[in-house]
């Protein structure tokens, strides 16, 4: 009996050393040769300032303010309205407030929930909204209700998704050429830039990562003040 506990204790402790030590330092110093970028989740900095990654959608956005000059707030959340002179992210259904990487989740409704009708109405109002200039022309001339890709109308599973769809940048690139007063060749020549490939060349879509597209953006406007 006493060997037994003997025997069972050191293996205890051999492979919490082993397997709880050991192990994860090697496999940590391995990601951080091979793949630093993956290992330390795809981080983006600038001016050495950690600003976000490639991997969790942010929010372009600006707070919409009370008559007091106060940002306004809907249950301990600032409510935010879409800076017009940047790509905006699909929409986001998290907890506190859009792209909240706190509180990563979806809005679990079915497709034929009156909820999922109203939320989508109210994005493709929205977008259009985003998408039309002062003079109530849209930005992009063929821009219709039926032309509104999915990804600016639903939510994503995480609701932190970091891409868009070509088609959705492609549309927004009207807009966003406009304000910043840009050649649209211009900003596409950016979208495709920052568009990755299709997993393995064959699975999912492609897909404009939304923050390295609005950094590069900010880049070429500072330049061209």
């Known amino acids: 009996m006493r060997k037994d506990i003997i025997t ?7 492979f919490t050393i082993l397997l709880g030590v050991v192990y994860p330092l090697v496999i940590t110093g391995i990601s ?23 991997l969790i959608g942010q929010n372009f956005g600006t707070p919409v303010l ?13 409510v935010t309205e879409a800076d017009p002179r940047y790509f905006q992210s699909r929409p986001s259904a998290t907890e506190g407030g859009a792209n909240n990487a706190a509180a990563s989740t979806f809005s679990n409704r079915g ?9 989508n109405a109210e994005n493709i109002k929205a977008y259009l909204e985003l998408n039309t200039a002062p003079n109530k022309r849209p930005y992009d ?9 999915v990804d600016a109308v639903n939510t994503s599973a995480s609701g932190l998704d970091p891409e868009i769809s070509k088609a959705n940048a492609w549309i927004q690139a009207y807009r966003v050429a406009a304000l910043r007063r840009l050649a649209l060749v211009t900003v596409d020549g950016l979208i495709s830039k920052y568009t990755s490939a299709r997993g393995l060349g064959f699975s999912g879509e492609e897909g404009v990562n939304v923050l390295e597209l609005n950094l590069a953006l900010d880049r070429i406007s500072r330049a061209g003040a």
């Open 66 to 78: 009370e008559k007091n000059g106060k940002p306004k707030e809907v249950k301990g959340a600032i």
């Open 32 to 54: 951080q040769v091979a793949f630093p970028g993956n290992a330390n989740g795809q981080q983006i900095h600038l001016n050495g300032k950690l600003i976000g990654s490639k």
């Open 141 to 149: 001339p063929a821009l219709t209700v039926a032309k509104i890709p």
């Open 8 to 14: 069972s204790t050191i293996a205890i402790i051999f």
């Open 111 to 119: 497709p034929n929930s009156a909820k999922t009708e109203e939320a």
